[in-house]
């Protein structure tokens, strides 16, 4: 199972050519599983999104 999904994303990553790596293809694709949304869509839509900064998600420690 786990070879033949990763040849699957890998497959799907050459064709649409997309610069996502094949965790965040698997992450967008288990996001959404049951939309009828096409492949090409959620990649291009995810990669209008990519800009976001995760610093501010990130607890400080010390105030300095």
């Not at 994303?9 to 992450?27: D, M, R």
């Not at 049951?34 to 400080?60: R, W």
């Amino acid at each position: 199972m786990a070879i033949s999904t990763y040849l699957l994303i890998a497959y799907a990553k050459k064709q649409f050519k997309t610069p996502l790596t094949l965790y965040q293809i698997l992450q967008i694709i288990s996001v959404s599983i049951f939309e009828k949304t096409p492949l090409n869509e959620l990649f291009t839509n995810f990669s209008k999104n990519t800009e976001i900064n995760d610093f501010y998600n990130q607890l400080e420690l010390f105030d300095l």
